[in-house]
DNA sequence: CTATATGCAAATAGTTTGCACGGAT
DNA sequence: ATCCGTGCAAACTATTTGCATATAG
């Protein structure tokens, strides 16, 4: 992923800070806030937290990054990519994507709902196999 | 619905605090901590902030109301009825719940992610009738 | 009566803001 | 020289905690 064209593209610097941070949150999968200023911390330890929100916030609205909002977990990021949804297990909270065939997802929920619903988030919650025991 | 007898069932005594708060959301809706407490206060001038932060995390410890957590909205609350997702317009931030068919909804995401899913958290997001114009 | 719940105030945590400085063009 | 981004500190908002008092059962 070119972090460094996607930013010019929108009109955002590519800043060191910036790649530190969309990188960080791809490699993190789902991460928050607090973690992704610990590492980048390790790197750029000048860096300020308020420049991690600041670059959070706007990084969202340019749709370059996405907010996760699960139950019990303070605000996630991670990287907009394709459409996927959310399993949790409930005992370790390990959060994992499955990656679903988008038409398939739409077409359910637009017989069920009868609305015309542009997207979704979907969280599903289970026990994982390393922790059924 | 039963507050006062819901309440001793899982130990917890019925103060009218308690009881004002739960009659509260279940008039509102989906509602945030802010409005529950602007509301209450209006009719127990006296209640702390304090005791409706303590009050809604207990009840969601004993299953009574539940989270509910949208992208760019407050953490808001419910309370824990039957099955149903969340309709969200994406203009006037409008929310309204679907009841659907637990079944058939579980049904079509055990086959799509095999893993022994136990419950869903689903969030569509729309264009109201209202905010078509 | 006594275990729980409330209200208050203080403490803590999380987030935003304004502004001076720095780096890239 | 100008624009945008950063870092800092202060402000603001949200949430939690400890404790003395009040009250439901």
Redesign the interface.
């Known amino acids: 992923m070119n972090f460094n064209k996607l930013l010019n593209e929108k009109g955002l610097k590519a800043t060191p800070q910036r790649l530190l941070i969309l990188n960080t949150i791809k490699d993190g999968g789902h991460i928050d806030i607090e973690k992704i200023y610990e590492k980048i911390n390790k790197i750029i330890p000048s860096i300020s937290i308020a420049t991690v929100y600041k670059n959070l916030k706007l990084l969202v609205d340019k749709g370059i990054i996405k ?1 996760v ?4 977990f303070k605000t996630l990021y991670e990287v907009n990519t394709s459409f996927h ?1 959310h ?1 949790v297990c ?1 005992k370790c909270k390990k959060i994992t994507d ?1 990656e ?1 065939n988008e038409k ?2 739409f077409s ?2 637009n017989k ?2 009868k ?14 196999e390393n922790c059924k025991n």
């Open positions: 907010e909002h699960i139950n019990s949804i399993l409930k499955i679903v398939s997802i359910f929920f069920l709902v609305e015309d619903v542009k997207n979704f988030d979907v969280t599903g919650y289970y026990i994982c």
